[in-house]
Structures are given as C-alpha cells and as structure tokens.
C-alpha cells in the first residue's frame, strides 16, 4: 500500500487528508482495535461484512498477498513506487548501511542549508548514525543517549572504527583524508519529552554558544522521543533545523504524545488507542513476503487464538496473556502447542482438551491470515495520521516542514522522515530527497 508522505499538498490539502484519514480509521475501527490472538474467542470473522467474508473466504496466502497487500503475483514484477510501513528494531540493533548513508546524506545538505554547526544525535543506541555523520563527513556531532551500556558500545566501536581507518591510510598512503575528522562527542542522557533538556542544547567546547545552531536528528527515535526532539526544534532558538524518523508508536504518552497539532486535536474520530498505535508499527512488506511463500509458519496466530480458547474457558479472567516463544511451532501438532501454551501461563498443561474444537478451528486458518492481512492493509493509515498530525504540528507554529520518503521500506520501513526549518527552503526540500526515494 502506499505511504502518504504529503510532499507537494497545501496546507489546506495536509489539513483535508487528516480529515479524511480519520474518517476512514473511524469506519475500520473494528478490525484496527481487533487482537488477532481473539479471532475465535470474539468471532472476529463474523465482525467483517457478508460480502468481505465471501471475497475472502477461501483465499490462499499467495492470493491474499497479490490481491490484498498489492505484492506482484506470479511472473509479475514489484513496482519499485510501493511505500509500506511496520515494525523497526529498535536502537540497539545494526541499521543497514545503507540506510544509514542515506539518512546522513540528508543531515549533510540539511546541515549545509541552513549553516548549523554541530548534530545533535538524540537517542542515538551504538551511535551508528553519528559515527557516519563525524567520522565520514566531518560533522560536529554529539551524540545523546540515556542507556549507559550502548554508550561504552558506541565509545569501542568508534575506537575500533579509528584504528581501521589508520590502517588503511598506512597500507595506502596514496590515499589522503583531507577533511577534518572528528570523533563524536557521546553523553549519557535520559531526555525528558515533557521539560528541555539543556545538554542537548550545550554547544561542544570547539563551538561559542554564541553562534551555535544546532540540527537535531533521530533515527527512529521511539515514542515520546520523536515528539521531545520537535518540541525543542520549537522552543529552542538555536535550533535551526530537525530531521526525524519516529517509530514504537505505541509508546507514545496519552496524552501529551498524539495528537501535537491543534486541527487533529478537534477532529472527531483522531482517537488512537494503544492497539491502534501499536498495528501501526507492524512490517506489512514482510508479511506479503511471508504470505507469498506460503509457509507453515503462518499457522502462528491461528493456534495462538485457539489457546486463547481454552484459557477463556478454565480462567475466564485471564484474558491475552503473554506467552513466550515456543520453538518450532510450525512442526507441533495443535494440540502440543496448546498443551506447551498452557504450561507457559501457568496452567495445567494436562487439562482435558476438545479435539474436534481444536481441529475446527486448525480448519480457518486462512481465515485467521486474512483477517490479520486486513488490519495490517489499514495500518498504514494509522501511522500516516500520526506523523500528519507531527508536521501541522509545525506548520501551525510558522515552521517550514515536509514529509520525505528518502529510502527505499526495503531497507526499513520506517523510511518517511519529518524535515523542518525556521526558514524557508521553497524548492531546496527537493534537494535532500535522494534517489532511492
């Protein structure tokens, strides 16, 4: 499906598409706010229309991803336009560097446009991203984050990364850095999204206060770290320019994370409750993949809503309750695999089980796949209104903000990134959009 990222629309039209958007959210609510894992217990099927349950019934999952989710069926090509959004790791983990290069291409000519003179990396993990922006590009970066093992992490890795550098310059003394090269300046620091924090704000020592102006940047900042890094762009005069990709919509505060804006904030239907937020985060692109090559690993959600069953009927009051990983579970009977489900929350693994029930529902699993296939159509939808609501946000303020796709949701799917400036670039937005985009 694809993402809506703004670029070209008015201010009108931005404000027209939220209407809209809530619009559609608040007429597929049901299967939004739906758990997949109460497919059964809640008759999730019996919720969809006569005519949808018709359409649907019957279907594949090669089917469902070429007719429902748009994936090319076969002996077609994908379409290189599709823009699908989910789940991202979280910061810890290794971005592709490819994404990273191009996020820190934008920062580049973002940082060159409006004369900043120093990146401040909130939330930065293993500081992957401010180690390409310093040690490749020679910018002046400090790096913010609040977990105290990632930075010792991102400390060695930047020691590492010097060390490799030198040798190469030895073997190949050809070969001549000649820009500056500077290691990032790494804090630890908890940002509070509701009060500034005056670190992020601190020049580093080679930069006068006096004529600092900051650029400050998140590569899927999660939750109420996304919403932290546009209030200080708003506050803070020496903030000059943002560049934002949020992600963990989920773990945004309610309220006080969503909605920012004054237009979404009097919009009937903007409510996004948790479940919402949380659909929103999911990977749509991998899920068609999944679907396209029809493994047995799909059966996951229909057993886990058959355990949802039986937990209902020996403890009604126990209702969704986390069940860790169990290994394998395309190889299990469904039986086993409620047995072990079970065990898992603190049941007796050996209750009594229907079988013929157990088979029943064994026998919708395509049902269950195309149900969760639905809400992951609308998802994007969910996720669209949020970071909509983000850039309103800005513009009701006088800021100047666009909403770039600048890679490839093949690389991650968190690939919009919200740019602001304090003045105004008029085409030059055109210029930090990359090819891949």
Request: glycine fraction near 8%; proline fraction near 7%.
């Amino acid at each position: 499906m694809p993402g809506v990222s703004a670029r070209g629309l008015s201010h009108e039209a931005r404000r027209q598409l939220a209407v809209n958007l809530t619009r559609v959210v608040t007429l597929y609510r049901s299967i939004l706010d739906a758990y997949i894992i109460e497919f059964f217990t809640d008759n999730l099927w019996g919720t969809l229309p006569c005519s949808w349950q018709e359409a649907l019934d019957g279907l594949n999952p090669p089917q469902l991803a070429t007719l429902l989710l748009g994936m090319p069926g076969e002996g077609e090509v994908a379409s290189s336009s599709t823009l699908i959004m989910g789940v991202c790791p979280g910061s810890q983990h290794q971005w592709p560097r490819d994404l990273c290069s191009l996020l820190f291409q934008l920062v580049k000519k973002l940082s060159d446009l409006t004369g900043c003179t120093q990146v401040v990396d909130v939330g930065s993990g293993q500081g992957h991203l401010s180690r390409f922006m310093s040690l490749g590009l020679g910018l002046m970066v400090k790096s913010i984050e609040g977990d105290q093992r990632l930075v010792e992490r991102a400390q060695r890795l930047d020691q590492e990364l010097l060390q490799a550098l030198q040798k190469e310059e030895k073997r190949n003394p050809q070969v001549v850095h000649t820009g500056p090269r500077h290691r990032p300046h790494h804090v630890v620091r908890w940002v509070d999204p509701t009060a500034l924090c005056e670190e992020l704000l601190l020049p580093l020592e080679n930069s006068p206060q006096s004529e600092a102006r900051l650029l400050l940047t998140g590569l899927h900042a999660c939750g109420d770290l996304s919403v932290a890094l546009l209030r200080h762009f708003s506050c803070c005069p020496e903030v000059a320019a943002l560049a934002s990709v949020g992600c963990c919509y989920m773990k945004l505060s309610d309220p006080g994370g969503y909605p920012l804006s004054q237009w979404v904030a009097g919009l009937p239907g903007r409510e996004l409750p948790y479940r919402l937020r949380e659909g929103a985060c999911h990977a749509l692109e991998e899920y068609a993949e999944r679907l396209q090559k029809a493994g047995p690993g799909l059966r996951t959600h229909c057993y886990r809503a058959a355990l949802e069953t039986v937990i209902r009927r020996a403890r009604p009051e126990l209702r969704r309750p986390g069940v860790q990983g169990i290994p394998r579970v395309h190889e299990l009977k469904i039986e086993e695999y409620v047995q072990r489900g079970l065990q898992r929350v603190g049941l007796d693994p050996h209750l009594p089980l229907n079988l013929a029930a157990l088979r029943a529902h064994q026998a919708q699993e395509n049902r269950v796949v195309a149900f969760f296939s639905l809400a992951l159509l609308l998802a994007p939808l969910v996720e669209t209104l949020i970071l909509l609501d983000r850039l309103l946000y800005l513009q009701e303020q006088g800021f100047h903000a666009e909403l770039l796709p600048i890679f490839s949701p093949e690389l991650s799917p968190r690939n919009l990134v919200l740019v602001a400036t304090k003045r105004p670039l008029g085409e030059t937005f055109s210029v930090l959009e990359t090819e891949d985009s």
